[in-house]
Nanobody
Framework: QVQLVESGGGLVQAGASLRLSCAAS????????MGWFRQAPGKEREFVSA????????DYADSVKGRFTISRDNAKNTVYLQMNSLKPEDTAVYYC???????????????WGQGTQVTVSS
């Protein structure tokens, strides 16, 4: 079994930064892709960013390109999402996910964290 635990969410003003963390445990992650998704009230869960656990490929949603950066620390089995220049429309619950392939659809991931709330005030 795989466990994912997110942290780092909070309430910030527009223009501020936050860094989300996702600590993974339970299995070896050398072949897993790690993704970040978010879900706002009344909306579907949407792709934010993803990275291969080993290797340099990353992917971002157009809405966050240039503002968000995904990174990983393999020694700590942790993936991060650095979020800069936050906007009110970034407000959502952010989820970490692990899967076999780097995909942009939630159905492509097998394991999910419990989510962390990010609220951006205007």
């Amino acid at each position: 079994q795989v466990q994912l635990v997110e942290s780092g969410g909070g309430l910030v003003q527009a223009g501020a930064s936050l860094r989300l963390s996702c600590a993974a445990s339970g299995r070896t992650f050398s072949r897993y892709a790690m993704g970040w998704f978010r879900q706002a009230p009344g909306k579907e869960r949407e792709f934010v960013s993803a990275t291969r656990w080993s290797g340099g490929r990353t992917d971002y949603a157009d809405s966050v390109k240039g503002r968000f950066t995904i990174s990983r620390d393999n020694a700590k089995n942790t993936v991060y999402l650095q979020m800069n220049s936050l906007k009110p429309e970034d407000t959502a619950v952010y989820y970490c996910a692990a899967g076999a392939l780097l995909l942009t659809t939630p159905s492509g991931y097998d394991y999910w964290g419990q989510g962390t709330q990010v609220t951006v005030s205007s």
